[in-house]
């Protein structure tokens, strides 16, 4: 069982750039989300998804898009990277009934 | 707007009892959460409060007052591995809102 599925594990760009961060889960899990984790902070909603179809912008959606391809898969897209997205990037999922969220392993980027 | 608050640091002895604690003003709430986070890794979770009370998971006991928008993590003879975050979520309309964490410091 992978549980959540991240890639890739380090990125490095350069400023301009444009990359999609992919993530995959496999436990039927209706909702799912895009964080960002700066140095000594707490997790920043980026975009949620509460249902396959869906996508809503969380605290700091700025600079980035999402798609919820399917259930098991959401991705999230810089479009123009800059230097202010250096930052850890983790996808999680959970089921709308349950309590506890899984997250990937998380992705480190940075924007040069 | 939401926030959750909660101490930075906590520092405590091996073998002794931390409590850290949490409030929050959300939108909407469906549950507190507990998570840790050990330095380059993932959150993992802990422990989860729907309703007022305590519930208790081996070393690991958590806490709410809904009517105070207040919860707390006690942690329990306390170990080195214990060395990490933690963070206190909460459920808010589909949305999982944190604290910024609360790193715990354990010596010897």
């Known amino acids: 069982n992978a549980g959540v599925t991240q890639t890739p594990k380090f990125q490095v760009l350069k400023t301009g750039q444009s990359m999609t961060l992919q993530c995959a889960q496999d436990m039927n899990h209706n909702s799912m989300y895009w964080y960002r984790q700066d140095p000594g902070m707490g997790l920043r909603l980026i975009y949620y998804s509460a249902s396959e179809g869906t996508t809503d912008k969380g605290e700091v959606p700025n600079g980035y898009n999402v798609s919820r391809l399917n259930k098991r898969e959401f991705s999230l897209r810089l479009e123009s990277a800059a230097p202010s997205q250096t930052s850890v990037y983790f996808c999680?999922?959970?089921?709308?009934?349950?309590?506890?969220?899984?997250f990937g392993q998380g992705t480190r980027l940075t924007v040069v | 707007g939401q926030s959750l608050e909660q101490p930075s640091e906590v520092t405590a002895v091996e073998g002794a009892i931390v409590q850290i604690n949490c409030t929050y003003q959300t939108s909407g709430f469906y549950g507190l959460s507990w998570y840790q986070q050990h330095d380059g890794g993932a959150p993992t979770f802990l422990s989860y409060?729907?309703l007022d009370g305590l519930e208790e998971t081996g070393r690991f006991s958590s806490f709410l007052s809904r009517s105070d928008s207040y919860g707390y993590l006690l942690l329990q003879e306390l170990q080195m591995k214990d060395s990490a975050s933690y963070f206190c979520a909460v459920d808010s309309n589909y949305q999982l809102i944190w604290g910024a964490g609360t790193k715990l410091i354990i010596k010897p």
């Open positions: 999680a999922s959970k089921d709308r009934l349950n309590t506890e969220a899984f």
């Open positions: 409060n729907a």
